[in-house]
């Protein structure tokens, strides 16, 4: 069972237009949400993260909205270069006694075209 | 840049061969974790380890184990490696300060053929 779910598979955007990336979640002891990004031949890199007692948190381009009551956490990056095209990975991890693994999400791969 | 490192990048091996995946880290952090990466780029926890001596299964079903002598040191060992170990093979640590959270680093991973 996917307990973090990640849409869409792929995007392809425009030089200059909006990314946006959506994941779902169902566990509530979740209390921690980064962003991943991944380039080819290299490993995930954190980009941005999030906890669940705000609802937005912005770094330069990129923005996580978050929303506790649905269970939903998007990732937008404004202004999208092609230098931003990678896959990138939400995830999760619960507090039980400590810190646990992250659970990912499928990945979306993005491609920004000029 | 992070300091976690896996050797080899790359490893084309025969079947029923026996194979250990490196990876080191000289951050001093207590949790270390393997991950497995399939073509279609999601991410499955394999095993993961709180500090020395501690190993735990992940989530994914593996037929490999690891090992946590040192803390800077998490190596992963298929026994008998199949065609359907091919995958990537990705090593992260992370701080281990009780209740903070915070940020896993990868290892740039070690893409593993079993032929």
């Known amino acids: 069972q996917q307990q973090v779910k990640q849409s869409p598979q792929s995007l392809i955007v425009q030089k200059g237009g909006i990314s946006i990336i959506n994941c779902a979640y169902e566990?509530?002891?979740?209390?921690?949400f980064p962003w991943y990004q991944q380039f080819p031949g290299k490993g995930p890199a954190l980009l941005i993260a999030i906890r669940p007692d705000v609802s937005e948190k912005k770094e330069g381009r990129f923005t996580i909205s978050f929303n506790k009551s649905a269970k939903q956490f998007s990732l937008h990056i404004m202004d999208s270069q092609p230098g931003d095209s990678a896959t990138y990975f939400c995830?999760?991890?619960?507090?039980?006694?400590?810190?646990?693994?992250?659970?990912f999400g499928k990945g979306t791969r993005l491609s920004v075209i000029a | 840049e992070a300091d976690i490192y896996q050797t080899p990048r790359y490893l084309v091996i025969g079947t029923g061969k026996k194979i250990t995946l490196e990876c080191s880290q000289t951050?001093?952090?207590?949790?270390m974790y393997w991950y497995q990466q399939d073509p279609g780029m999601e991410l499955h926890l394999i095993h993961y380890?709180?500090?020395?001596?501690?190993?735990e299964k992940g989530d994914l079903s593996s037929e490999s184990t690891v090992s946590r002598i040192r803390t800077e040191h998490f190596p992963l060992t298929l026994e008998s490696a199949r065609p359907s170990h091919t995958s990537q093979y990705l090593c992260?640590?992370?701080?281990?300060?009780?209740?903070?959270?915070?940020?896993?680093?990868f290892g740039q991973g070690t893409r593993l053929t079993v032929v």
């Open positions: 995830a999760a991890r619960r507090r039980w006694g400590g810190n646990t693994p992250l659970v």
């Open positions: 951050m001093g952090h207590d949790k």
């Open positions: 992260a640590s992370s701080e281990g300060t009780g209740w903070s959270h915070t940020e896993a680093f």
């Open positions: 566990n509530t002891a979740f209390d921690y």
């Open positions: 380890s709180y500090g020395v001596n501690s190993t």
